[in-house]
């Protein structure tokens, strides 16, 4: 399916785009898939608009979508060509977020200084709209988060550090991060041992990629 992937704009615009499309996509997910988030549907359909508003403009938070444009309806009262946009899936990419490897449960690098930290981001928010799953979307909006993210961490000469929590039992979304090239990360509650169990629902993947050279 042929689609646009952009990010959603801190502006006027970005707004009522998030409000009138994202919106209704977001609780749209919460509704049909609820065990693949640690949100759920009861309370953000409870948000106020400035609410919704405030995520969107929250200065860590980047909102990717994927929209397809219909421009074939007839407007009946004005006979106008209408363009109808309709969001097919999305991710949010959070960061740069400041915590030690330690958190990340990843081992610890040789630090001799900041440079040798990489920056953190986190992927929330996966969701393809069931008609359009299968064709690619989710990889293309998780490149371009990726793409966006190592940009900014090569600008700053540090490599970068992406990051995703799924539940244990969301196979579909495991694969879909190792399609990505993400591996599972080392819990330290498990020694990523055994299976997963109540206390560690979650597994931890992440990709790391190196700053650009020459950039
Ligand atoms: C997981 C999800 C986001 C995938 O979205 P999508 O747009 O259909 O994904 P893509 O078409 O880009 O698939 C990419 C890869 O993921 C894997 N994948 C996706 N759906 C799959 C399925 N039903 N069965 C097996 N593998 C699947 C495959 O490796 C696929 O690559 P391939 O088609 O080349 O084999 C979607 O199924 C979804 O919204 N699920 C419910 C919400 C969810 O689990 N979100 C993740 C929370 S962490």
Request: net charge neutral; glycine share 6%.
């Amino acid at each position: 399916m042929k689609c646009d992937i952009k990010v959603i704009p801190l502006t006027e615009d970005g707004i009522v785009f998030y409000l009138s499309k994202y919106k209704p996509f977001r609780l749209r997910a919460l509704e049909c898939d609820p065990s693949s988030f640690g949100s759920n549907y009861a309370r953000e359909a409870a948000f106020k608009d400035n609410e919704w508003a405030a995520r969107l403009l929250n200065p860590l938070a980047t909102t990717f979508v994927a929209v397809v444009h219909t421009d074939d309806y007839i407007d009946k009262h004005g006979g106008e060509q209408k363009k109808t946009t309709s969001v097919l899936s999305s991710a949010t990419l959070w960061g740069p977020i400041p915590v030690s490897p330690d958190h990340l449960r990843l081992p610890r690098p040789n630090i001799d200084n900041d440079s040798d930290v990489p920056m953190h981001w986190e992927i929330t928010g996966v969701w393809t709209a069931p008609e359009a799953r299968r064709q690619g979307i989710a990889v293309q909006l998780l490149q371009e988060a990726a793409r966006t993210a190592h940009s900014q961490t090569t600008s700053q000469n540090r490599d970068c550090h992406l990051t995703v929590n799924v539940m244990h039992n969301n196979a579909t979304a495991i694969l879909l991060y190792k399609r990505c090239g993400y591996t599972e990360t080392i819990s330290p509650n498990n020694h990523g041992q055994g299976p997963k169990t109540e206390q560690e629902p979650l597994v931890h993947l992440a990709l790391l990629l190196p700053r650009a050279q020459g950039a």
